[in-house]
């Protein structure tokens, strides 16, 4: 996760040390998978995902429990980490 953030330009919140091994949608995401956050339709799901690690806004790191990558437009940086 560490790597990610660095590779995004993301502020990492949590254990930098998380490893991702994929990515999946909010509502499917679980152990070692990486997840995004880019829509206010979706932020119920912060509550109840298993994602391994979120990428998200500022504005809803609070909804969610677990590591993070924060930054300004959540969709980029989950499409620019499905290329990597």
């Not at 490893?19 to 509550?47: D, E, F, K, M, V």
Request: overall charge positive.
């Amino acid at each position: 996760l560490g790597e990610l953030a660095v590779r995004l330009t993301a502020r990492l919140v949590g254990d930098p040390a998380v490893r991702i091994s994929s990515i999946a949608s909010l509502g499917s995401a679980g152990p070692g998978q990486l997840s995004h956050c880019s829509s206010a339709a979706y932020r119920t799901q912060l509550q109840t995902s298993r994602a391994a690690a979120v990428i998200l806004a500022e504005a809803d790191l609070a909804l969610w429990q677990g590591p993070a990558l924060v930054v300004t437009n959540p969709y980029l940086a989950f499409a620019r980490a499905t290329r990597l």
